[in-house]
């Protein structure tokens, strides 16, 4: 086998990789690069539209690191690995966590479902309404979210629930929280819905 010495690849027996070191500090946001940081990237240069010496990153190819940022010699074969199997292992922890997190939120909602369905069993089954309502007390007691009166609609039960779901619907004309959706627009009652709706289509006859 031939080699040719000025070609930018690894050598025989290197691996595909090279390892850059920091040689600049970076303004850390558009360019992160830390003095002395080590990064691995994959020894073919980006083809153009990227300026000369830009190696894709392991794994986030997308993102380069150039000789610009880092001085870069091959990266011996055990160097490889060890950076291979180190981002492997913490995309294992990060998976594992996110798994546990995922596990934990859903038992969280399931006994959630679970004291609401107790509460319809008391209520229809059990020892009435008042009774229920009990159980639905409970269970937020124990956590501390029982609604404050004093916060802003914290009378009014639909416009609570309008007002703090997780996805809003988009806050109605007269500054209320909606509970309809028509167009994009919000709607806090059908009458400020139907007004809405009449005065689109005056404007339709109109135009
Ligand atoms: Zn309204």
Redesign the pocket.
């Known amino acids: 086998m031939t080699t040719t010495p000025e070609a930018a690849g690894p050598a025989a027996g290197a691996s595909q990789l090279l390892k850059g070191i920091g040689k600049i500090d970076g303004d850390g946001f558009k360019d992160t690069t830390r003095k002395g940081e080590v990064v691995f990237v994959y020894a073919q240069p980006l083809p153009e539209p990227y300026a000369p010496g830009q190696y894709p990153r392991v794994g986030n190819t997308g993102y380069s690191a150039s000789t610009q940022q880092y001085d870069f010699a091959p990266a011996t074969v055990d160097e490889a690995r060890e950076h291979i199997e180190a981002r492997l292992a913490a995309a294992a922890d990060e998976l594992a966590r996110a798994k546990k997190l995922t596990n934990d939120l859903g038992k969280i909602i399931h006994d959630m479902t679970v004291a609401q369905q107790a509460a319809w069993i008391e209520w229809q089954h059990g020892k009435g309404a008042d009774a229920a309502m009990t159980w639905i007390h409970n269970g937020l007691a124990g956590p501390g979210f029982i609604p404050d009166e004093d916060e802003p609609y914290g009378k009014e039960a639909q416009a609570w629930y309008d007002a703090n779901r997780a996805d809003p619907f988009p806050t109605?004309?007269?500054g209320?929280p909606s509970n309809s959706l028509w167009m994009g627009k919000g709607?806090?009652?059908s009458a400020?819905y139907e007004q809405h709706r009449a005065e689109v289509e005056a404007q339709k006859k109109e135009g």
């Open positions: 109605c004309f007269c209320r709607f806090c009652s400020h």
